[in-house]
């Protein structure tokens, strides 16, 4: 397996947060932290009349959060390499934070290119 790959999508969330450039900093660098991935940059943008995205690029590949607040909505992108990070903490982590009243996580299993292909031939 070369990673996990998270989906994670956030509704009826805390507007305030999911506008706040500086709170979604703040959370994206807690969650690269809970998952035990090292974080190597970060950069966001706040957008006019209102929303954030933010991109955080890790050692172990990235998370991107873009958010929605005037329907309460964020969707998030985790994905981490290797088997040494937890990419379901930092998702798990992000709906605390930003008060999320529902939520669906997909995760998918990245597998290499020779895992790929021997499935495809079963």
């Known amino acids: 397996m070369i990673g996990k790959h998270c989906i994670l999508e956030l509704c009826e969330c805390n507007s305030v947060k999911l506008d706040d450039e500086a709170f979604i900093r703040t959370t994206i660098q807690m969650a690269s932290k809970v998952a035990g991935a090292q974080l190597l940059n970060l950069i966001t ?19 991107s959060i873009h958010t929605w607040p005037e ?3 964020a969707a998030v992108d985790v ?35 020779v895992m790929i292909s021997n499935a495809l031939i079963n």
């Open 45 to 63: 943008h706040k957008f006019v009349p209102q929303g954030v995205t933010g991109l955080a690029l890790l050692a172990e590949s990235h998370i």
């Open 79 to 113: 994905f981490t390499c290797g088997d040494q990070t937890m990419p379901d903490k930092a998702c798990q982590l992000l709906v605390e934070e930003l008060q999320s009243k529902r939520h669906s996580l997909k995760t998918l299993r990245r597998d290499t290119p």
């Open 71 to 73: 329907s309460g909505y």
